[in-house]
């Protein structure tokens, strides 16, 4: 006898009200006629009211939020029918939201076996919003920090640039906490409460799995830079975002999808067009590779003891590493591979307590980095040739040839790739499309 529980389901998912006051926003969603799960944001003091002339522009920005937060429930039944409540979305938004549900959603879909194509598709209006006029925003950044290297390095490259800007997180981190507080600059903690509900349906075996979280953060600090008063949001996504896993369903199923140029494109574009003309938003190291970033970031030895890019410091719910390195997933082994090449071998076990590339039990977890006879790892790391080219360049340092990960690399591996395009420098230049304002190419080398 199958003693498995029926997983829950509904056949709609509403988006039903919205508000601010008192710093605190409001967002509401509901699964057929269930009551409210109501989701907070919380925005550390804000003004109580929406500035004066900024209430339109701050209007449409929850609008968008209202939209792209609500992926996190929806993902729990996935309904086939989308409603919201009020008047119809404006035809850009619509074609937003959708595009960033279907793809934002794509791993999510992936690894649970559905087909979301026909059910992702938010009632469309006919009315084009009007443009959004210039607020007058002042003259300053708010620059998002995750507690992983990225973030620091964008940092650190505005400071010699002189510009002005907040440091910002979303949620309850100490261990991001203390990277914001190490930066010397201003800083924004925002808190983001989802309804308790939607921890209730997960217990009962709704579906689960990974959701576009830097769509839902980049629109929360939309509303953060209107109440703040901030004319850009920079993010610190690099190019390897931008490309995926593997195609699936006819789609591009991409972990970072979120982080990619054509979001940040779309995103930035509605944004301008729809919120506030004077409202920039774009990644600072998008024309970088991961391994041109960690280059920069292997000379800020003031952060080494304090940053982590491992994703299980990060977890909701769960227990929590004892150390900032786990040393068994892919985020561990890709930064720990990625800095080796621009550090002395001690400083880098000193930061992780092992060598990583001396483990048998690796082995795996590094050809799935290599891309050799696996597909990219669902993390955000970087692409199989930059793996490839740092282990090449490894291969050449007496310190490293002869550890296992190495070694193996040479005798096994190499004789079987194209090493061509597996040139270190190269890979360590700006290239490719961006949208950085020009006054910040000079400082990341950009001609």
Known sequence: MNSTKPRPTA?????????????????QYAFDDGPPMIERVRFPGAPAQVPAGRETAFARALELLHGIAGVSYYKALVPERIEVAGEPLDPALTDLLDETW????????????????????????????????????????????????????SIETLKRAGEAFAVVWIGRSDLIRACAQATGQPLLNIERELAPELFELNRQ?????????????????????????????????????????????????????????????RFGDYLRTAVAADLNYYSLLRPLSELAVTERFAALTRYHGLFSSCNRNFRILGAKPSARWCGECPKCRFVFLALAPF?????LLAIFGRNLLDEPEQIDGFDALLEFGAIKPFECVGEGRESRAALLALSERA??????????????????????????????QPAGEHRIPQRLWPVLGIS
């Open 205 to 265: 075996g709704a579906w689960n799995g990974h959701i576009p979280v830097t769509a839902i953060n980049s629109a929360i600090l939309t509303l953060a830079a209107l109440l703040y008063g901030y004319d850009e949001i920079v993010f610190s996504n690099e190019a390897s975002a931008s490309v995926g896993n593997l195609t699936s369903n006819e789609l591009d199923i991409n972990h970072q999808w979120s982080k990619g140029l054509r979001f940040e494109a």
């Open 399 to 428: 310190d490293w040839r002869e550890d296992l990960i190495v070694h193996r690399f040479v005798d096994d591996i190499l004789p079987a790739i194209d090493r061509s395009g597996l040139a270190l420098a190269p890979q360590l």
């Open 343 to 347: 550090m002395s071998k001690p400083a």
């Open 11 to 27: 056949a709609t998912f509403r988006l039903l009200d919205r508000g601010y006051a008192d710093g605190e926003v409001r967002l």
């Open 102 to 153: 279907l793809q934002g959603l794509g791993e999510f879909a992936h690894h649970n076996g559905l087909d979301l194509r026909a059910r992702i598709r938010f009632p469309r209006g006919s009315a084009s919003t009007a443009a959004a006029p210039s607020l007058k925003l002042p003259r300053r950044a708010l620059v998002p920090i995750g507690g992983g290297k990225d973030s620091l390095v």
